[in-house]
């Protein structure tokens, strides 16, 4: 994909359905008895390969039109998979799915691309084998393919090292099929769409935030069933912060991003761009099914660089990419720390941010947590190594809007990850 610096991005878009709430509506509802009515779902191919698990696992899902149907079938429902597993590019899939297929009485392997099949899966083989599960890395490296046979669960309290909704979900998923009271302790509380959206299906799920501190606790008791909802899914933050780092960077912009999930274990990236003096108005919130939701407009603005540290972190961890481009037209120093998870996302994103910085121009180190970013410099056009890595190519089309020559992104097709539809929305506002 080629692109060129412009101006004038003027318009209203909506932005596809959240990624991290599509893949769990799939999951939940196969789970559940009854049928869970899903409307704006992503399809993406990360929840594609969901959808697709859940198929091979014997669930019937019916896409019709702007509507997708699962039909549960309960706690204890699924069936033996004819072939592995293929969980693509996604993350959420293999850990979450990993929850549930523990809790299984049958055999099934589980792999994915070379991108995934790299990512660490210990931070879940530990706390599912201390359950009772058995569950391995077939090539013994600590990642998939991945190999789970019948286990008998029984309940634990885990202090999780990582703040991971991943890891977390994954550990409540087994825990509907243990024997008692399972807990996760995290350091500082990730994104919380399995416990909004367990507790919407039935699940007999509490949380607990320490006043004290940044540690947050989900629990859950096993339950008889959980059962089918109806879903509304609402604009994904992640894919709304390029339109909101293009609203603010390119000169003589106005953006209104309509139904946008601000979940508040999602939204950091909106208290970024305020740190950083960026002109952004919430409208219209609401809340359903929990979630809570707005329109967001973004009018062009003059940055400034702030420090991004601590248990913000874990609510903006996937907008890191575009914020760092942000960072690179803001006057002054932006310091990014306590972001090492970047390490381990579909790329080592301090890596692939801090050299495709580096490309453009911008005076960028990297630290072994974050990087540092001297902004203000003009960024100049670059052939930009996205490496397969969604959130790098669409980072990269933002910083290419505001850069000097033509900016090439290679292999930009991998934007069909989490939104396909991404340059579509674009020529929506030129
Ligand atoms: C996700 C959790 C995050 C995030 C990922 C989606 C989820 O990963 O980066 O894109 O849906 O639970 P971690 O749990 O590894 O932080």
Redesign the pocket.
């Known amino acids: 994909m080629e692109l060129t610096n412009i101006t004038g991005l003027r318009g209203e878009v909506s932005v596809p359905g959240d990624?991290?709430i599509s893949?769990?509506c799939i999951m939940f509802g196969s789970i559940a008895k009854g049928t869970t009515e899903i409307h704006n779902f992503l399809e993406g191919a990360d929840c594609l390969a969901t959808i697709n698990c859940f198929r091979r696992l014997g669930i019937d899902i019916v896409e019709d039109g702007d509507i997708i149907t699962v039909h549960g079938k309960g706690l204890h429902g699924l069936s033996a998979p004819d072939d592995i597993l293929d969980v693509g590019n996604s993350?959420?899939t293999t850990?979450?799915i990993s929850g549930i297929l523990a809790g299984q009485s049958f055999d099934c392997k589980i792999s994915g691309d070379d991108s995934l099949n790299s990512r660490p899966m210990k931070r879940i083989i530990d706390p599912l084998t201390r359950m009772g599960a058995n569950i391995s890395s077939i090539l013994r490296n600590g990642c998939a393919p991945l190999y789970i046979t019948k286990g008998s669960l029984h309940g634990i309290h885990y202090i999780s090292p990582?703040?991971?909704?991943?890891?977390?979900?994954c550990i409540l998923l087994a825990g509907l099929y243990a024997d008692g009271e399972t807990s996760v302790m995290e350091p500082s509380l990730?994104?919380n769409?399995?416990e909004l959206m367990l507790k919407e299906f039935g699940a007999d799920l509490t949380t607990k935030h320490e006043l004290d501190s940044t540690r947050a606790t989900a629990s859950i008791r096993p339950c008889e069933e959980l059962y089918g909802q109806k879903i509304m899914v609402p604009g994904d933050i992640?894919s709304a912060a390029y339109f909101i780092a293009a609203g603010l960077l390119v000169p003589d912009s106005e953006i209104l991003i309509k139904n946008t999930g601000i979940n508040p274990t999602r939204a950091g990236i909106l208290k970024v761009c305020e740190d950083m003096g960026g002109d952004i108005t919430l409208l219209n919130e609401r809340t359903e099914g929990g979630e809570k939701i707005a329109d967001i407009l973004v009018r062009s603005s003059k940055l400034h660089g702030i420090t991004i540290e601590g248990d913000i972190i874990?609510t903006l961890?996937?907008e890191i990419p575009v914020i760092a481009v942000m960072a690179a037209v803001a006057e002054g120093t932006t310091i990014i720390r306590d972001a090492s998870?970047l390490k381990?996302?579909e790329t080592d994103r301090i890596e692939t941010v801090t050299d495709n910085l580096t490309a453009m121009g911008c005076d960028v180190t990297p630290a072994f947590d974050g990087m540092v970013i001297n902004g203000g410099k003009p960024l100049h056009g670059a052939t930009i190594h996205t490496l397969l890595d969604h959130r790098i190519a669409m980072a990269f089309s933002i910083a290419a809007l505001v850069a000097e020559g033509n900016t090439n992104i290679l292999d930009s097709h991998c934007v069909d990850v989490s939104y396909p539809t991404f340059y579509d929305t674009f020529e929506q506002l030129l």
């Open positions: 990624k991290s893949h769990r993350g959420t850990r979450l990582v703040a991971s909704a991943q890891v977390k979900s990730s994104r769409h399995t992640s874990p961890i996937d998870e381990v996302k």
